[in-house]
């Protein structure tokens, strides 16, 4: 009869606190795994925020220092972008080339004018943006619908 009792006592108490403990370690489990990668992975996901400081200039006063001109007068190449993915892509990449290279030969004779058609996506502005950061142009002039790119002298 004890050992009937004693079953009915593990029944009623002993289990229902050895299945809070399960679920309570169980539960801790996927709280330090949550943790875990909140302090471990989670910093690797995001980068650092970048600031870049843009200085804008007034138009008459781009004018006064370019003998009039604005934008400064260049040789650009005109890079249109239109409603046309595939051939947008073509142009980013051939526009982006074309950088590089400008920067690299420390070229102050060409540039590139970037030109966004009224149907033009703005991704294509964020490529365009993305490509001057990443080639660390310093001179560039934002207009509406329009950018141009030069290389300053240093």
């Not at 299945?19 to 650092?48: E, G, K, N, Q, R």
């Not at 005109?78 to 892509?89: A, G, L, P, Q, R």
Request: charged content about 20%; glycine content about 4%.
């Amino acid at each position: 009869m004890e050992k009937y009792g004693s079953c009915i006592l593990f029944e009623k108490m002993i289990r229902p606190f050895a299945t809070f403990l399960i679920h309570s370690l169980i539960a801790s489990l996927i709280v330090v795994a949550i943790v875990t990668c909140i302090v471990f992975i989670m910093p690797w996901t995001y980068h650092d925020a970048v600031v870049r400081q843009v200085y804008m200039f007034p138009e008459e006063q781009v004018r006064k220092y370019n003998n009039g001109h604005y934008p400064p007068k260049r040789e650009y190449l005109e890079v249109t972008f239109d409603d046309d993915s595939i051939k947008n892509s073509i142009r980013h990449e051939f526009a982006a080339m074309y950088m590089n290279q400008i920067i690299q030969a420390h070229d102050t004779v060409h540039g590139i004018h970037y030109i966004f058609g009224p149907k033009a996506k703005f991704g294509d502005l964020a490529r365009v943006l993305d490509v001057l950061y990443y080639n660390r142009a310093c001179c560039w002039i934002p207009e509406p619908a329009e950018l141009w790119f030069l290389n300053k002298p240093d």
